[in-house]
């Protein structure tokens, strides 16, 4: 039972170029979070998915696209990549009942 | 104003010693609160939930106070293993959403 499981787990970017982050969940959750970490901020919401086949904005989405691939899978894309997207990113599940999050282990991602 | 605030430390102490952080919160109608634990360069995992009635775990008491909108966490004959970014969260309802925290480092030393 791996939970989380997001890739990769580094990763270089050149101003410009896309990406996409994969993240998946083995815990049958309907709810899936893209959050990304920068020093002092805090985790801040990118985009979540309520349930297969919806997503919704959070906090900062400008700058990325999200797919909620199936109910397992949810992914982030980052059309053009610019140096303020450079942070550390998670992938999240929340229990049905919202009282615990697993999170994937993270992508430390660096554009330059 | 951040709809969850935390003092961000660091909070240095010596081994055996109390730590209390605090937490605030701006959403009224918020439904249920957690704390966080983040290890250096890991993701975060659930400390402990946080109830109105107060609750316990080990060394761990964590208290609500709603109409202060402020969330406490006591750390008491803290331990080296104890250093880490405590995050306080709060679910402020709907789609299960969580809204973390900047965290509050504590360092514990011998």
């Known amino acids: 039972n791996a939970g989380v499981t997001q890739t990769p787990k580094f990763q270089v970017l050149k101003t410009g170029q896309s990406m996409t982050l994969q993240c998946a969940q083995d815990m049958n959750h309907n709810s899936m979070y893209w959050y990304r970490q920068d020093p002092g901020m805090g985790l801040r919401l990118i985009y979540y998915?309520?349930?297969?086949?919806?997503?919704d904005k959070g906090e900062v989405p400008n700058g990325y696209n999200v797919s909620r691939l199936n109910k397992r899978e949810f992914s982030l894309r980052l059309e053009s990549a610019a140096p303020s997207q450079t942070s550390v990113y998670f992938c999240?599940?929340?229990?049905?009942?919202?009282?615990?999050?697993?999170f994937g282990q993270g992508t430390r991602l660096t554009v330059v | 104003r951040k709809e969850v605030e935390q003092d961000p430390g660091p909070f240095n102490v010596p081994e055996g010693a109390t730590v209390a952080f605090n937490c605030t919160y701006s959403?009224?109608?918020?439904?249920?609160f957690f704390w966080y634990r983040q290890d250096c360069r890991k993701e975060p995992k659930l400390l402990m939930s946080v109830y109105s009635s107060g609750n316990e775990d080990g060394r761990f008491t964590a208290q609500l106070n709603r109409a202060s909108q402020y969330i406490s966490l006591l750390i008491r004959d803290s331990k080296l293993s104890d250093s880490a970014t405590y995050l306080c969260?709060?679910?402020?309802?709907?789609?299960?959403?969580?809204?973390f925290g900047a965290g509050t480092r504590l360092a514990v030393h011998p």
């Open positions: 959403n009224s109608a918020s439904q249920s």
């Open positions: 999240a599940s929340p229990t049905g009942a919202g009282t615990e999050a697993f």
């Open positions: 998915s309520a349930s297969e086949g919806t997503t």
């Open positions: 969260v709060v679910n402020p309802g709907g789609y299960n959403k969580l809204i």
